[in-house]
């Protein structure tokens, strides 16, 4: 670890001290996200020691040595993370904000909160893969704003290194981690002979790049984020009701998704149209791998909707889905012949078949479960966890549990005229909320 922290505004880059076991071969599933940065912050109500914290993250580096390396792209389009310990820039600042401002700055693309990772120039090497910046706020609170590279791993792949960090600040047991020195192999080795014959990516027309890449260009001034809690008691309350439409039990997931769908078509006044939900999940609970594997275990459901289906029968239908997963739904496989047909040189070409703003389509990913506002960091558990906007791609939402732990938060990127129906669409979003439902622990004036 160098540098000491001296100012209000100070930086250091935190190393493990050695480098790590040796390089590492990205799978297809890192490259394609090898342009995306993912961003979150953790809310604290109390004040945070930068110096235990360093010190824990030069722990946490030493066992998972990908988040201090840089990338390296390699002539035949291969994408390696060199775990050399080039370090961690890690960030003080001081913040004219108290807590629940902070908060409500998570919908602003420059929010101030993170110091979002540089995604596409890092995949050209020389740029840091992980960034944490520790925001002291004006009423004596944190928010610890962390950044991390998509090619690095997935969400599951960020939590192992934040309980790995909560394990070194604390003194308690260290997590189990799985590296592979070649993603694709390992993976290979846990994947059934067939999977459902259709891949989850895609090579566009140049027509259809040259928009995407528009959108890209004007996503900050033509989108906007909105942020809606739901109390436990209102997404039980909603569970119960679909559940007993369908005739068959829902879990929490499948009943949010299809409300949220359902509001989203109502204000739009699309519900004539078909729209798609694209759900990410988890591999890792599908093919039986350790949740500390790390890399970017991720495959897809995509689940339209059709004019004349009611949130009940859309949730029951994505429930089905996620029983069928491994049949119907999983293309590792179909993935990697798509790219022996087309190219695999050809691969920062492709996007994956769940994004298509144009459509409409929804991406919907579930941060929940993770137990992340169960992990302490000096002395301190959060108060809330949240996304942090970055790319404002269009389409894109996460749910994550609700402040204190307590509830549901969804966090969406939308169109801008899409967000502002949505901010009047109270009695759309919430049929099940009661006036005795408890407020969220840290509520601003934004939180729908």
């Known amino acids: 670890m160098t540098g000491t922290l001296t100012s209000e505004t100070d930086t250091r880059t935190v190393r493990a001290g050695r480098p790590g076991p040796g390089p590492i071969r ?14 979150v912050v953790l809310f604290h109500e109390h004040a945070l020691d930068p110096e235990v914290l360093a010190d824990g993250l030069a722990l946490a580096l030493d066992r998972l040595p990908e988040f ?21 820039p890690f960030t003080v600042a001081d913040s004219p904000h108290t807590l629940t401002e902070a908060f409500d700055r998570m919908v602003l693309p420059a929010g101030g909160l993170v110091d979002h990772v540089r995604a596409a120039e890092a995949r050209r090497g020389g740029h ?30 960020f939590a ?15 997590p189990a981690v799985e590296r592979a020195a070649d993603r694709d192999r390992h993976l290979d080795a846990h994947l059934p002979e067939h999977d459902s014959g259709t891949p989850a990516l895609r090579l566009p027309a140049p027509a259809e790049s040259a928009e995407l890449r528009r959108s890209f260009a004007a996503a900050a001034l033509a989108n906007r984020t909105v942020q809606v809690w739901f109390s436990a008691e209102e997404t039980e309350r909603l569970r119960t009701a679909l559940s007993a439409e369908a005739g068959r039990r829902l879990s929490a997931n499948d009943a949010l998704c299809a409300h949220l769908l359902h509001v989203l078509r109502e204000a739009d006044g699309a519900d004539a149209d078909e729209q798609t939900l694209t759900m990410p999940v988890n591999l890792r609970r599908v093919l039986g791998l350790p949740d500390g594997a790390l ?20 949730a029951a239908e994505l429930r089905t889905a996620v029983e069928e997963f491994t049949e119907k739904h999983l293309s590792v496989r179909s993935n990697l012949r798509f790219l022996d047909a087309v190219g695999r040189d050809r691969v920062a070409d492709c996007v994956p078949v769940g994004f298509d703003p144009a459509r409409r389509t929804l991406t ?13 960091l000096a002395g301190h558990l959060p108060l809330a966890f949240s996304p942090a906007a970055t790319l404002q791609l269009p389409w894109t939402s996460w749910l994550v549990e609700g402040p204190a732990g307590h509830g549901h938060l969804w966090t969406a990127v939308l169109p801008t005229r899409t967000a502002a129906r949505l901010r009047s669409a109270a009695a759309l979003l919430h049929p099940y909320r009661t006036d005795d439902d408890p407020r969220p622990a840290l509520a601003p004036r934004k939180l729908l």
């Open 26 to 39: 990205c799978s297809v599933g890192d490259l394609l996200l090898a342009d995306l940065p993912v961003s």
């Open 68 to 88: 201090a390396g840089r990338l390296r792209t390699t002539d035949d389009g291969d994408l390696w993370i060199d775990t050399d310990d080039a370090g961690v």
């Open 128 to 157: 840091p893969l992980l960034t944490v910046r520790l925001n002291r706020l004006a009423d004596g609170g944190s928010a610890l704003g962390i950044s991390w590279h998509h090619a690095v791993g997935d969400m599951q792949t």
């Open 160 to 174: 192992t290194l934040l309980r790995t960090w909560s394990a070194c600040t604390e003194g308690t047991p260290l």
């Open 295 to 314: 890399g970017n275990l991720l495959g897809e459901i995509r689940l339209p909707w059709r004019p004349g289906t009611t949130p009940a029968r859309y």
């Open 364 to 376: 919907l990913s579930s941060w929940c479960r993770l137990g992340l506002q169960d992990l302490p």
